[in-house]
């Protein structure tokens, strides 16, 4: 059911599969001893086989899945949000009329309540019921919209699409925590450039990410959308071939541009340029928490992979050895590429480390014997100097 049988019908590699039954947890446990219950909101069961693990849910009933972060009472009472219901209960409480279909095993069909099959052939996303009250009941779902419209290159049906233009106030009431799941669903997805484009599109994207929507409209020569896209396109590549993809790379890229404008700032009151960045860096990132989370474990990283740049500049010498043992160094060197490319540094400091990680032992002492003493430092810093300012 659900994203599963969507994929399956377009021809593309479902992420997973969830299965939906009309037996309660508490049966699917009894007749598959590799089982675990899970969840107190939605109590769902986890079959495992192997080291897949097949999600299997009860059909709901209640035309409402907008009760995040409420709590189930201690007794285990079913709350609203949780009462078992039909197959067909279940489809209506779905989002999509094309995530409502299911995959009936007894006979092999499709069972479609909602008319998902013909938005499916035509390439629609179209929500169950009407549009601006399931959006109010779960703001998530216009996320959902334009994720499933990059992912899938369908359109928005037009009922669907107008609401979004206007309800993105709605996003600022759902916990950081869920939204925090959703970017990474939206951006590390293998269509980020998409995704992007559709929220800025709709005017979500300055919801989610408000300082970064500021920095793009202080644009200034097409210097800062280059540098989101440019990160997000090379997201993208890495999903593509199979790379590893890191929420706290994405997240330096999308924090980048305000974090870097503000250490501009602080720098011309004065500050160091190590100082500013670490300042500007802790600022923007907590300004950020506060609309979408992001585990300490990723900002710890982020902000590593930002104050690397600063030293990335400062080539020769046994520093640049050290920096190379760094563990996060190939991080940092991605992100300087990125810089180069969007022309917010020159390509020659990128060409340099480059040279310097292939160069061999012998050939790296020279490198960072003789980088630094031309004197390319200071002109360099100089001429990045002239660029004009943001505001
Ligand atoms: P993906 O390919 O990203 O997994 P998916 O459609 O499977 O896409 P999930 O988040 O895994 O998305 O959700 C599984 C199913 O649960 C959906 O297909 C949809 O039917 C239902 N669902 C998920 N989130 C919501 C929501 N916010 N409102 C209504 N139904 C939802
Ligand atoms: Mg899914």
């Known amino acids: 059911m659900g994203g599963g049988v969507r994929d399956l019908l377009l021809g593309r590699e479902p992420k997973d599969f969830d299965v939906a039954t009309d037996a309660h947890p508490e049966d699917v446990r009894r007749v598959f001893r590799n089982c675990r219950l899970i969840g107190r909101r939605f109590r769902l069961a986890h079959v495992h086989f192997g080291r897949e693990i097949i999600e299997v849910a009860t059909f709901r009933g209640m035309h409402d899945a907008s009760e995040e972060g409420k709590r189930e009472s201690e007794n285990g009472m079913l709350l609203r949000d949780n009462v078992y219901g039909t197959l067909e209960e279940d489809a209506l409480r779905r989002d999509f009329t094309v995530n409502a279909l299911y995959y009936n095993i007894e006979d092999f069909s499709v069972v479609d309540y909602a008319g998902g099959m013909k938005d499916l052939e035509s390439g629609v996303l179209r929500l169950l019921g009407d549009p601006e009250q399931r959006y109010r009941e779960d703001p998530v779902r216009m ?28 996003l600022e009431g759902v916990p950081a925590a869920r939204l925090f799941e959703e970017v990474l669903k939206l951006f590390l997805g293998g269509t980020a450039v998409h995704a992007f484009e559709k929220l800025r599109h709709y005017g979500l994207f300055g919801h989610l990410f408000p300082d970064t929507e500021d920095s793009l409209s202080h644009e200034e020569h097409d210097f800062p959308i280059t540098f989101v896209t440019r990160g997000l396109q090379n997201t993208d590549t890495r999903v593509r071939e199979d790379k590893p993809v890191t929420p706290a790379f994405l997240f330096a890229v999308l924090l980048w541009e305000p974090a870097r404008l503000l250490a501009r700032e602080l720098e011309e009151q004065g500050k160091s340029k190590y100082d500013a960045m670490q300042q500007a860096g802790g600022e923007i990132i907590s300004r950020q928490v506060a609309r979408v989370s992001i585990p300490k474990r990723f900002s710890l990283q982020m902000r590593e992979i930002w104050t690397l740049q600063h ?13 190379l043992g760094h563990p996060r160094f190939r991080a940092a060197y991605d992100f300087l590429l990125l810089r180069a490319e ?35 430092k200071k002109r360099r810093r100089r001429r990045r100097r002239k660029k004009p300012a943001a505001e």
């Open 143 to 170: 996320l959902r919209a334009a994720r499933f419209a990059a992912k899938l290159g369908f359109s928005i049906n037009p009922a669907c699409e107008r609401p979004l233009f206007e309800l993105g106030d709605l």
């Open 311 to 323: 030293r990335l500049e400062q080539r020769g010498g046994k520093r640049s050895m050290r920096l």
């Open 342 to 376: 969007s022309g917010e540094v020159e390509q020659e400091l990128a060409d340099w480390w480059t040279q310097f990680q292939e160069a061999g032992e012998e050939g790296r002492g020279q490198m960072a014997a003789t980088a630094g003493a031309d004197g390319k």
